[in-house]
């Protein structure tokens, strides 16, 4: 099979899986998402590594690092920040449990 | 690392974030979705670091280190109510990276060889949406955080300004297809970033939100594209995914304001109608003190809080908290009534709740709580303006015309706590405030919280 029609079709299957995936979200996880999916694209940072490791002058070795280091700060602060929302969500999901808390 | 084990590994991670993503859009799984996919982060960058052949390991790691200690730092330090404009910082340099991976890349094809011309096109394809999103989120940053007006920004000319730069662009994308050069490749992205600048500056401040997350889907494609270009198939899958539930999510977005894309992006370019008022009105309303109000809450049987942006930024929801469980003990049936876009963002108001220990259940969509307004005694309006007004039915040129609004104006009585007559982030004056039925609570919502808690209390 021709190589090109191989990256279209994992192309092509990937918008697929990525509308099926989250159609059925609802409102409320709009944002967690949104930020999710913004720390998922960091993996460019996997791109910027491979870059900078075959880096043959100077500049480029620059280039590659300033790009790992913006990579770095989008995935893990993208991974962190999501885990923070989402950690409010969770822990007193049932009015029972928070009402004790406010007995207290 | 062999190819076969690293293409497996990669596999492996691409996996993981189709779960995350998955997992992200149910409540119950969506911490453990998030985790799934930092695990694929995790993997993936192992994976690359063991490629063999690869230099500077050191340098790389050190590089790594710092962006991931300023990130986890960002991502600590911020408080919840200035988290969209860190979504879109994040964005931003993601976007950044993109573009200069693809610049770097474009001085290692030849063109000379065969087969070049898509990889070449991806190329560019990336440096251009990547600086766009790059660009774009650093407006959206300073429009969110209120560096730079938050209201729609044109001038004369500027379809075709943006037309002229689009034109240009293209044509030194061309141009680098044919002559690929890093140079040109700075020119393009030089371009790319006037375009980022000029899709979000005639943006409204309460459409910002769509704009980051179709920027987020341009980052994701702008990767995907890059991926394409380095032969990496996670990158290829996982910017894809993004690009894609990127795009579904911003339209999901746009449907819950009741906007479509294109009005959001354009529609201030259709004339100043659409650019609201900040003028402080002197019209007479009724406001009362925290003692009247209390009264009004203490004897209701069924009070709907709508709390807004307002709100979080005084801190005034934990005191809340306490109103609404003064006023539960009492026999009154109280709940959250939360507008899809209050807060900045979707859901962003459900965060801001959870932080303060609002109990889920308290929390009703719009959809299910709206009908309900017609047998309220007292809804309470705290830092929120536009969800409630009800302008966007009646009034077509305004901003928020067609948005879905909250009908508090059918409650029996209403009570704004507000800081002061100005307008809300839509910058048009909200009608409800005149209303015979409405009554306004002035001062700062915290120590206005305390006073109304204070007096219930005393009831």
Same mark, same amino acid.
């Given at each position: 099979?021709?190589?090109?029609?191989?990256?279209?079709?994992?192309?092509?299957?990937?918008?697929?899986?990525?509308?099926e995936?989250i159609?059925?979200?609802?409102?409320?996880?709009?944002?967690?998402?949104?930020?999710?999916?913004?720390a998922?694209?960091?993996?460019i940072l996997?791109?910027?590594?491979?870059?900078?490791?075959?880096a043959?002058?100077?500049?480029?070795?620059?280039l590659?690092?300033?790009a790992v280091?913006?990579?770095?700060?989008n995935?893990?602060?993208?991974?962190?920040v999501?885990?923070r929302?989402?950690?409010?969500?969770?822990?007193?999901?049932?009015?029972?449990?928070?009402?004790r808390?406010?007995?207290? | 690392?062999?190819?076969?084990l690293?293409?497996l590994?990669?596999?492996?991670?691409?996996?993981?974030?189709?779960?995350?993503?998955?997992?992200?859009?149910?409540?119950?799984?969506?911490?453990?979705?998030?985790?799934?996919?930092?695990?694929?982060a995790?993997?993936?960058? &192992? $994976?690359v670091?063991?490629?063999?052949g690869?230099?500077h390991?050191?340098?790389?790691?050190?590089?790594i280190?710092?962006g991931?200690?300023?990130?986890?730092?960002?991502?600590?330090?911020?408080?919840m109510?200035?988290m969209?404009?860190?979504?879109?910082?994040?964005?931003?340099?993601?976007?950044?990276?993109?573009?200069l991976?693809?610049l770097i890349?474009?001085?290692?094809?030849?063109p000379a060889?065969?087969?070049?011309?898509?990889? &070449?096109?991806?190329?560019?394809? $990336?440096?251009?949406?990547?600086?766009?999103?790059?660009?774009?989120?650093?407006?959206?940053?300073?429009k969110?955080q209120?560096?730079?007006?938050?209201?729609?920004v044109?001038?004369?000319?500027?379809?075709?300004?943006?037309?002229?730069?689009?034109?240009?662009?293209?044509?030194?994308?061309?141009t680098?297809?044919?002559?690929?050069?890093?140079?040109?490749?700075?020119?393009?992205?030089v371009?790319?970033l006037?375009?980022?600048?000029?899709?979000?500056?005639?943006?409204?401040?309460a459409?910002?939100?769509?704009v980051i997350?179709?920027?987020?889907a341009f980052?994701g &494609?702008?990767?995907?594209a890059?991926?394409?270009?380095?032969e990496?198939?996670?990158?290829?899958?996982?910017?894809?995914?993004?690009?894609?539930s990127?795009?579904?999510?911003?339209?999901?977005? #746009?449907?819950?304001?009741?906007?479509?894309?294109?009005? $959001?992006?354009?529609?201030?370019?259709r004339?100043?109608? $659409?650019?609201?008022?900040?003028?402080i009105?002197?019209r007479p309303?009724?406001s009362?003190?925290?003692?009247?109000?209390?009264?009004?809450?203490g004897? #209701?049987d069924?009070?709907?809080?709508?709390?807004?942006?307002?709100?979080?930024?005084?801190? #005034?929801?934990?005191?809340?908290?306490?109103?609404v469980?003064?006023?539960?003990?009492?026999?009154?049936?109280?709940?959250?009534?939360?507008?899809?876009?209050?807060?900045?963002?979707?859901?962003?108001?459900?965060v801001?709740?959870a932080?303060?220990q609002?109990?889920?259940?308290q929390?009703?969509?719009?959809?299910?709580?709206?009908?309900?307004?017609?047998q309220?005694?007292?809804?309470?309006?705290?830092?929120?303006?536009?969800?409630?007004?009800?302008?966007?039915?009646?009034i077509?040129g305004?901003?928020?015309?067609?948005?879905?609004?909250?009908?508090?104006n059918?409650?029996?009585?209403?009570?704004?706590?507000?800081?002061s007559?100005r307008?809300?982030?839509?910058g048009?004056?909200?009608? &409800?405030?005149?209303?015979?039925g409405?009554?306004?609570?002035f001062?700062?919502?915290?120590?206005?919280?305390?006073?109304?808690?204070?007096?219930?209390?005393?009831?």
């Amino acid at each position: 099979m021709n190589e090109s029609i191989v990256w279209l079709t994992i192309f092509v299957l990937s918008v697929f899986v990525g509308v099926e995936v989250i159609s059925k979200v609802s409102t409320i996880l709009h944002t967690p998402l949104m930020s999710g999916s913004n720390a998922i694209h960091g993996v460019i940072l996997v791109g910027a590594i491979l870059v900078t490791g075959t880096a043959d002058s100077t500049g480029v070795l620059i280039l590659g690092l300033i790009a790992v280091v913006l990579a770095a700060i989008n995935m893990a602060g993208g991974f962190v920040v999501t885990d923070r929302m989402l950690h409010m969500f969770s822990g007193r999901r049932t009015p029972i449990e928070s009402g004790r808390k406010n007995d207290a | 690392m062999s190819p076969v084990l690293s293409q497996l590994a990669y596999l492996l991670a691409a996996v993981c974030f189709i779960v995350a993503l998955k997992g992200l859009s149910q409540p119950r799984t969506a911490r453990r979705g998030n985790l799934i996919g930092a695990a694929g982060a995790v993997i993936a960058v &192992l $994976t690359v670091m063991l490629t063999p052949g690869l230099n500077h390991r050191g340098l790389i790691l050190i590089a790594i280190a710092v962006g991931l200690l300023a990130g986890v730092i960002g991502a600590y330090r911020v408080q919840m109510t200035q988290m969209p404009q860190l979504v879109a910082l994040f964005n931003g340099v993601g976007g950044g990276a993109a573009a200069l991976v693809a610049l770097i890349e474009l001085s290692k094809i030849d063109p000379a060889e065969p087969g070049t011309v898509v990889p &070449l096109v991806a190329t560019a394809f $990336t440096i251009v949406v990547g600086s766009v999103s790059l660009a774009g989120s650093m407006v959206t940053f300073m429009k969110l955080q209120e560096l730079m007006t938050t209201r729609p920004v044109t001038f004369v000319g500027y379809p075709v300004a943006y037309v002229g730069v689009l034109v240009i662009a293209v044509a030194v994308a061309a141009t680098v297809v044919v002559i690929p050069s890093m140079a040109l490749g700075a020119v393009l992205a030089v371009l790319g970033l006037a375009l980022g600048v000029l899709l979000v500056l005639p943006v409204g401040g309460a459409d910002v939100p769509i704009v980051i997350s179709l920027l987020n889907a341009f980052t994701g &494609l702008s990767v995907a594209a890059g991926g394409y270009v380095l032969e990496n198939t996670l990158l290829v899958v996982a910017g894809t995914l993004v690009g894609a539930s990127g795009t579904l999510l911003t339209k999901l977005m #746009a449907a819950a304001m009741g906007r479509s894309l294109l009005s $959001t992006l354009f529609g201030a370019l259709r004339g100043g109608s $659409t650019l609201g008022g900040t003028a402080i009105s002197t019209r007479p309303v009724k406001s009362a003190s925290p003692e009247d109000v209390a009264i009004l809450l203490g004897y #209701a049987d069924r009070v709907i809080i709508v709390p807004g942006y307002g709100l979080a930024v005084a801190q #005034a929801q934990h005191t809340l908290r306490q109103l609404v469980d003064v006023l539960l003990e009492r026999g009154t049936k109280v709940d959250y009534a939360i507008h899809p876009v209050a807060g900045r963002m979707p859901g962003h108001m459900n965060v801001l709740l959870a932080e303060a220990q609002v109990p889920y259940g308290q929390l009703k969509e719009m959809t299910e709580i709206d009908p309900e307004f017609k047998q309220t005694d007292v809804v309470l309006v705290v830092g929120a303006n536009d969800v409630v007004n009800p302008a966007a039915e009646t009034i077509p040129g305004a901003p928020i015309y067609g948005m879905p609004i909250l009908h508090a104006n059918h409650a029996r009585q209403v009570v704004f706590m507000k800081r002061s007559m100005r307008p809300g982030f839509a910058g048009i004056e909200n009608e &409800l405030l005149y209303e015979p039925g409405t009554t306004l609570l002035f001062g700062d919502a915290k120590d206005t919280m305390a006073k109304l808690l204070a007096a219930v209390k005393a009831l």
